[in-house]
């Protein structure tokens, strides 16, 4: 039996990448996996593979900054599964650049995805939480919330994820509801990949050159932090909430 035998999970940008890694973690330690991407096609390969394995899986297209569009996907889930106690806020995106360069739509689209996405989908899952007295929701940070160049939008919302994070391990603790944030450094992943195609490098030799800043001499997968949001969502973690831990290899 695994950790999660009974339980259900929602885990949004779950079609590639992070999301995609703890989909499949959350699935193999027996838990039933929502997985919502933009688009449904975007979730398939997630689910099939979760499928293959012998788990349980459903895939949903949802844009997770329309709060129709996420309470329809969690009432989709919870009618499939008969229940929901995980969340893991992973939906992401991207629009780098310079503060004089970014414009309005830049920064509104990172904040809708990142920021008021996390509170759609939270507010639409504690809803099921605070009835069955029991849940634990997991918010995807980064090591950018502490200030990135040409990241001004993204370091914002990564860093207000951390502050509601906070807030909603006080309001929901009484609930028996655990609340936590991961922040990942450099996850070999495809928005990564985006990052150093912007700035010209070659992904690769990017790598291979933030290898060498980091204490552990790699960078990290996505199933390392798949690995993390798994003890998080456990009831070996029971006694932990309102906390921030940054997955990133001993870099400062």
């Not at 039996?1 to 999301?19: D, E, F, K, P, S």
């Not at 349980?56 to 949802?62: K, S």
């Not at 008021?116 to 099921?128: N, T």
């Not at 790598?207 to 990290?220: D, K, N, T």
Request: with cysteine.
């Amino acid at each position: 039996m695994g950790q999660l035998t009974g339980r259900v999970a929602v885990v949004t940008g779950a079609g590639r990448g992070i999301g995609a890694a703890t989909a499949r973690r959350l699935a193999k330690d027996g838990a039933k996996v929502g997985v919502i991407d933009l688009k449904e096609e975007a979730c398939l390969e997630t689910v099939q593979s979760i499928q293959e394995a012998g788990g349980e899986a459903i895939a949903i297209g949802c844009n997770v900054a329309d709060s129709k569009d996420v309470d329809g996907a969690f009432a989709k889930v919870a009618a499939k599964f008969g229940r929901l106690d995980i969340l893991v806020n992973n939906a992401g995106v991207l629009r780098d650049n310079l503060l004089f360069k970014m414009s309005d739509d830049d920064w509104d689209t990172v904040m809708n995805v990142h920021l008021k996405g996390s509170f759609l989908c939270s507010r639409a899952a504690q809803k099921y939480m605070v009835e069955q007295r029991y849940g634990k929701i997991v918010n995807t940070s980064s090591t950018s919330a502490l200030g990135n160049r040409g990241q001004a939008n993204y370091s914002a919302a990564k860093a207000g994820l951390q502050g509601f994070t906070k807030t909603l391990a006080i309001e929901l603790g009484p609930f028996n509801i655990n609340v936590n944030a991961v922040a990942p450094g450099f996850i070999a992943t495809d928005m990564t990949r985006q990052t150093a195609e912007r700035v010209g490098a070659d992904f690769e030799e990017n790598q291979r050159l933030a290898s060498q800043r980091i204490p552990l001499r790699r960078v990290g997968q996505p199933e390392d932090v798949a690995n993390l949001v798994a003890y998080l969502v456990s009831d070996d973690a029971s006694y932990v909430s309102g906390q921030v831990i940054y997955i990133n290899g001993g870099s400062r």
